[in-house]
């Protein structure tokens, strides 16, 4: 059986909560980097029809899509209630769609163009970052939206890994690394930046593959990407991830594999951001050390997504350390089964 139908097959049992069509599926304020200063992010999840792939092992983003698909005036108030949500004087937008904004299936072309004439008018916006998939990444799409926005705008690639067998069997993109340096070159040529995202320990793979796969990808990934934000993977609800989590089988990466991504990551691509924001750090369902150690260590890696200094991270520690170290070498002679809880 492919991994496509098994994850079908886990989506068909799902009772999925639908939310009024003109909101968005969240909304929130956080920090990011622009020009290396701290700014404020304001983060909005457009509730769509949804990622027209659907087949990623560690994804729940579809039980956050529409029942039908919204209309125009549906998503301009999801747009105007988001906006409403940040008062500050210059700020970062970062769109997510639980998919692709460019994709026209989830946001239509005239409401792409005005959502982003309107970001246009507002100066508040310093910069607009979307998520999407690489094939919408088009220089008829790009220059589109460079017209409308007239200001920086950045695509963010759900790149996961640069391994294309990890990627294809462990993840199931279904695209390969090639597509995304494509698409990178696309916006090249177009002055939009990219961002990359990662993720730290897909199922099927054992700390330490895992943990220099992270370590390999950024490396492999920083020549196309500006800036790197490194996804912690969490259990989300109807998932392969989550079915292989309530057997035992799947357990989150640790925080001290994320700390020494980072370091050796940085080292090796200083001029690239790199970035974490550990999700769920320190619960069962998320990345965790032992309990005692995660909130330090979650915080340190959130202090060095905006100052871009490994120093943060020098006098950490904790007796779980050793642990770690010891289920980094050992996991993999249990073919990725998790050592400990
Ligand atoms: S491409 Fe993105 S949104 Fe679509 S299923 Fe995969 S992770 Fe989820
Ligand atoms: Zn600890």
């Not at 220089?139 to 939206?145: C, G, N, P």
């Not at 793979?205 to 796969?213: K, P, Q, T």
């Amino acid at each position: 059986m492919s991994l496509t139908t098994v994850i079908r097959n886990i989506r068909t049992k799902q009772k999925i909560k639908f939310n009024p069509p003109d909101r968005p599926t969240a909304v929130w304020t956080g920090k990011d980097l622009l020009d290396g200063k701290p700014v404020t992010a304001l983060t909005i999840i457009f509730q769509t029809s949804g990622c027209r792939w659907n087949n990623c092992t560690m994804c729940g983003y579809v039980y956050d899509s529409a029942r039908l698909p919204p209309s125009h005036e549906d998503l301009m108030k999801q747009f105007e209630h988001a906006m409403a949500r940040c008062k500050d004087e210059e700020f970062i937008l970062k769109i997510f769609t639980s998919g692709s904004f460019l994709d026209d299936s989830e946001i239509g072309p005239s409401t792409r163009i005005e959502m982003l004439s309107r970001l246009r008018e507002n100066d508040r916006v310093k910069k607009v970052i979307a998520e999407t998939r690489p094939e919408y990444v088009t220089d008829e799409k790009l220059s589109e939206v460079r017209e409308a926005l007239g200001k920086r705008f950045e695509v963010a690639i759900g790149l996961e890994t640069s391994n294309d067998m990890i990627r294809k069997d462990c993840i199931n993109k279904g695209f390969s690394f090639s597509d995304f340096t494509g698409a990178s070159e696309v916006a090249r040529r177009n002055n939009v930046t990219v961002k990359a995202y990662l993720m730290q320990k897909p199922p099927f793979l054992s700390e330490g593959i895992a943990m220099n796969d992270m370590i390999n990808s950024i490396n492999d990934a920083a020549p196309f990407a500006r800036t790197i934000s490194m996804n912690l993977c969490n259990v989300q609800k109807g998932t392969l991830v989550d079915e292989m989590f309530e057997r035992g089988d799947y357990r989150p990466p640790w925080l001290w594999s994320a700390v020494e991504a980072l370091k050796v990551g940085k080292e090796l691509a200083p001029g690239t951001v790199i970035m974490s924001d550990p999700v769920g750090a320190g619960s069962m369902r998320g990345p965790h050390n032992c309990g005692k150690c995660d909130d330090d260590v979650a915080e340190a890696i959130r202090i060095f997504s905006v100052t871009q200094d490994t120093a943060v991270f020098k006098n950490l520690d904790c007796d779980c350390k050793e642990l770690w170290k010891k289920v980094v070498e050992l996991e993999d002679f249990t073919f990725g089964a998790p050592l400990v809880k």
